[in-house]
């Protein structure tokens, strides 16, 4: 880690909480009790400056997604879903929660990812549903149909979209890991289950023939994206593992962990044989976002205003 | 199952709860109070803590309260004996216990907040006595804990974590027994280990197993930089949650491991990662930062110079103790502490506090509209 800036608040304790975009900006949530206190937070890269997004109310999740009519910010939480800009000086779209929390439970969404074949944006819900919005253009996003898991399953923790599956895949708090076939205009249909596959799913992403699933007790478990067989298990790290991204192009899966390390693995498109490129200590704290950009990887701490590069 | 961010409060309360009788004991013994005269001080503060309703509400799913009402809570705990402690010491005590449950949560699992949260419990048990049924009280909770995140999943857990994380965010008191400990840097941070003892069943970082039809067919461990730093598991529980405060740094009876070393108790569980400091300097500086850190305390706890204002020395339960209070207050015997008035030489007036500390409760305070929580600890 070559060098740090500052944010202007400290990150909080969620998964994957820094987001990156394709042209310089990272994004982190500061959660907070305090009523008009939660916010997000911003840095572009270029310029080297920081400051204060909009405020947020219980984020769950962020991340950029990459449409073809640029990167947007995603954001979600217990209201529900914003779209914003890349700076998240405008709000595009939002998507409210379905209906009202029990009294034992609370409603949320979490996680979305981009399907690039469709222009669907794809929202994961607390009640394990998905939720696509079309995203055909800036300023003509659509609500499309809530779609329901084939079988009882717990709160979607993550989605990525599978371009050899051609399939939106899920995972959830029950570590099920769902496959589900896009539609233009119908809801999504769960065609595939894989039970128990881990224990508390963190992150979920593509790596060309393969799918990575991050498990936060330390592991990734490698599967073969058209089977779902599972290839390949890699014990990461010794404490929580807290966030993942991809570069599916080189095949290179990055995860830190509240071991305090980031390690750089790398797997091979065909057998899925694993290698480690980079292993290193960060800082001591608990890092929970690593985000990858054109000039290498941004990693934030809990409670820490750091962002360490 | 109510999601894990509905089940923060009991964890909040009981572990924060824990911390403080922790530091209220260590002050007792210190000031060398009759045992059984500090065992009715603690018995009263852990009676009111585990009040069959107090905590029966406690464990309703329930969204986390803010900083300010968790504080307003710990308040009314505090004052529950005979002890009053002014705005400052109150404020230092309340510092005291969020830092201390703030390096607890940091340090573990997500599910070994649950073992923390049981040694405190047993901690409580052994540090009240079974004086007037609080034994009885303190396991009524112990089961309550069972019964709400025996069965709770790891994502739930990691999501009570997490909202647990949020409400000690920012909280960054320099506490001497840490910075000495060197868990907390010279910021108020605490630093973090990238060593420890792993999980039941988690494998050395690393290591790859390969697959084909179900089975595994090879391993290999590849070197990541901590990799080697990590114990294979135990099957101990953590020591974290038992207490800090006490010279002896006894665990809870539960846990078969030796006084852990300071560097350990910052971490899951195990011995002490390489290289342990010479211990003799290290011990002598830990207990006179604990002592040092608590010092202030002791001399608002204890009578201190004499005020005219608030108590005098030769008669801390007197009439004129209460003049500021104003009606109500009058004859009630309460030990007034005054963070204003200079401290240090308290042992003269702690001595005929002993006589008197067996005294009647004083009239609760009235409820406040809304905190729930709060007032269910009035009719305690």
């Not at chain 2, 923060?8 to 922790?22: D, F, H, K, R, S």
């Not at chain 2, 665990?251 to 290289?275: D, F, I, K, L, W």
Request: contains cysteine; glycine residues 8%.
């Amino acid at each position: 880690m070559a060098a740090a800036s500052q944010l202007t608040s400290g990150a909080s304790l969620l998964h994957n909480n820094l987001a990156s975009s394709s042209t310089g900006y990272v994004a982190s949530i500061h959660n907070s009790l305090n009523a008009g206190q939660g916010k997000l937070l911003l840095h572009a890269l270029a310029s080297g400056q920081s400051k204060d997004g909009p405020e947020v109310v219980q984020a769950t999740s962020i991340r950029y997604l990459e449409t073809l009519h640029g990167p947007v910010l995603v954001v979600t939480s217990t209201n529900g879903t914003q779209v914003y800009t890349e700076d998240a000086s405008a709000l595009i779209f939002f998507l409210p929660l379905s209906d009202q929390a029990g009294p034992d439970s609370i409603r949320y969404h979490q996680a979305a990812c981009f399907v690039p074949t469709t222009q669907h944006m794809v929202i994961g819900t607390s009640k394990g549903t998905i939720w696509p919005v079309s995203a055909v253009a800036a300023g003509q996003y659509v609500q499309l149909h809530e779609s329901a898991p084939s079988s009882p399953t717990a709160e979607v923790s993550d989605l990525c979209f599978s371009p050899i599956a051609d399939a939106v895949v899920s995972v959830h708090n029950n570590g099920d890991l769902r496959l589900w076939q896009v539609s233009e205009d119908a809801p999504y249909t769960n065609s595939d289950v894989v039970a128990n596959l881990c224990q508390a799913p963190v992150r979920v992403v593509s790596l060309g023939a393969q799918l990575a699933v991050a498990d936060g007790p330390g592991s990734i478990f490698i599967l073969d994206a058209t089977t779902r067989e599972l290839k390949a298990e890699v014990t990461a790290h010794g404490r929580w593992l807290s966030a993942a991204v991809s570069r599916e192009d080189i095949g290179l899966l990055v995860t830190v962990g509240e071991d305090t390390v980031l390690n750089v693995w790398q797997v091979d498109p065909s057998e899925g044989i694993v290698s480690l490129h980079h292993s290193t200590v960060v800082a001591d704290k608990l890092l929970c976002g690593v985000a990858l950009h054109g000039s290498g990887a941004s990693v934030v701490a809990y409670d820490s205003a750091r962002d360490q590069r | 199952m109510a999601a894990g961010a509905l089940m923060t409060m009991p964890v909040l309360i009981v572990n924060m709860g824990g911390e403080m009788v922790y530091i209220l004991a260590q002050r007792l013994q210190a000031q060398q109070i009759p045992s059984s005269k500090g065992q009715k001080v603690l018995c009263d503060v852990v009676r009111t803590m585990y009040y069959p309703r107090f905590i029966e509400e406690l464990f309703k799913p329930q969204e986390i309260y803010s900083l300010q009402s968790t504080r307003q809570i710990f308040d009314r705990l505090a004052h529950s004996s005979i002890m009053r402690l002014n705005e400052s010491s109150m404020g230092k005590l309340f510092d005291l216990m969020i830092m201390g449950f703030k390096l607890q949560l940091m340090s573990v699992s997500p599910r070994e907040i649950i073992d923390v949260t049981n040694n405190h419990l047993e901690e409580l048990r052994r540090l009240a006595g079974d004086g007037e049924g609080v034994s009885s009280l303190v396991e009524e909770c112990v089961t309550q804990v069972r019964q709400a995140y025996g069965q709770m999943g790891l994502a739930d857990l990691c999501n009570m974590r997490h909202c647990l994380a949020t409400f000690v965010q920012d909280c960054k008191v320099k506490v001497s027994l840490f910075l000495h400990e060197g868990t907390q840097k010279s910021d108020g941070a605490f630093a973090m280990p990238s060593f420890g003892t792993l999980q039941e069943g988690a494998l050395q970082p690393g290591t790859v197993r390969y697959f084909s039809g179900g089975q595994e067919v090879r391993r290999e461990v590849l070197s990541t930089v901590t990799g080697n730093s990590w114990l294979p598991a135990t099957g101990q529980r953590t020591t974290l949650g038992s207490n800090i405060y006490d010279k002896e740094r006894r665990p809870p009876s539960s846990s078969a491991s030796a006084p852990s070393e300071v560097q350990a108790s910052a971490t899951n569980t195990g011995p002490p990662a390489p290289p342990a400091p010479p211990p003799s300097p290290i011990e002598v500086a830990k207990t006179a930062a604990a002592v040092g850190e608590l010092n202030m305390l002791a001399s608002l706890i204890g009578g201190g110079h004499a005020s005219t204002e608030t108590f005098k020395l030769e008669n801390l339960f007197g009439h004129d103790m209460f003049t500021k209070e104003g009606p109500g207050t009058s004859g009630a015997q309460v030990i007034q502490i005054d963070g204003a008035a200079a401290g240090g030489e308290h042992r003269g007036a702690l001595d005929s506090i002993r006589d008197e500390l067996e005294v009647p409760a004083p009239p609760p305070p009235p409820p406040e509209e809304g905190d729930d929580l709060l007032d269910l600890m009035d009719n305690a």
